[in-house]
């Protein structure tokens, strides 16, 4: 069945730090890709998307690119600041009935000033 | 645009009384409805699954006569807690998908359920 693997954390970083999530996928056929955000307290928001091969999901600074010959969707930003503090869950979607999405464990990110 | 809300935020209730929980789509037809429970710390667990005017696709080991679904339209589901323990306490959260774009579920903020 389908699966997500993400990095575990918590990840810590410092304000204007490189942010790398790593997310790895087991999929049948060519599933859509996505990363959400949690705030504390909240549902969960759509960060970015991907929906075939090479495709590169950006928004907010934030960005993941779909490799189909690793199947990962590492997410990355350049510069991470506060307000990005938050969990982020990697999620796929392979068609189907109704398109279920399979979540990752989500990966905990703090970023201190 | 893709705005899905929830009412309400929170709720408490004694045990042994039901709870209802809202779910729609603001300013889009939601072909399929989805309603996931998110224990402390760990990812989200889907419950069931609905198209507006059919009966829920619930997964397995979610009681369907305790978490009562109905989808009357394509902007509203609702999830009814039935006669509330304090085990179903949890953060529940809807999500909603549009026809025609590649499975993207739109998320509600949910609804903080403790029952005392």
């Known amino acids: 069945g389908d699966s997500v693997t993400q990095m575990e954390g918590p990840v810590t970083l410092s304000e204007e730090a490189f942010l790398t999530i790593n997310c790895t996928y087991t999929a049948t056929g060519y599933p859509s890709l996505f990363w959400y955000v949690q705030y504390p307290g909240e549902g969960l928001q759509l960060l970015l998307k991907?929906?075939?091969?090479?495709d590169k999901g950006s928004n907010k600074g934030f960005e993941a690119t779909y490799r189909k010959e690793t199947t990962s969707f590492h997410l990355e930003k350049g510069s991470v600041q506060v307000s990005d503090s938050a969990v982020y869950f990697c999620a796929l979607n392979s068609g189907g009935s109704n398109y279920k999405l399979t979540f990752g464990k989500g990966t905990l990110l703090t970023v201190n000033p | 645009g893709a705005v899905v809300s929830q009412h309400p935020s929170r709720v408490i209730c004694k045990s042994g009384t039901s709870v209802k929980i809202e779910c729609r789509s603001l300013?889009?037809?939601?072909?399929?409805m989805f309603w996931y429970r998110q224990f402390p710390k760990q990812s989200l667990m889907l419950m069931a699954t609905s198209n507006e005017g059919s009966k829920a696709t619930y997964e397995q080991g979610v009681e369907k006569d305790k978490f009562l679904i109905n989808h009357a339209s394509l902007t509203l589901s609702t999830l009814t807690v039935t006669s509330a323990h304090p085990e179903d306490s949890s953060f529940y959260i809807c999500?909603?998908?549009?026809?025609?774009?590649?499975?993207?579920?739109?998320f509600g903020p949910g609804t903080r359920l403790t029952v005392l």
């Open positions: 300013d889009f037809q939601a072909t399929t």
């Open positions: 999500s909603a998908r549009e026809g025609p774009s590649f499975g993207t579920q739109y």
């Open positions: 991907a929906t075939k091969a090479d």
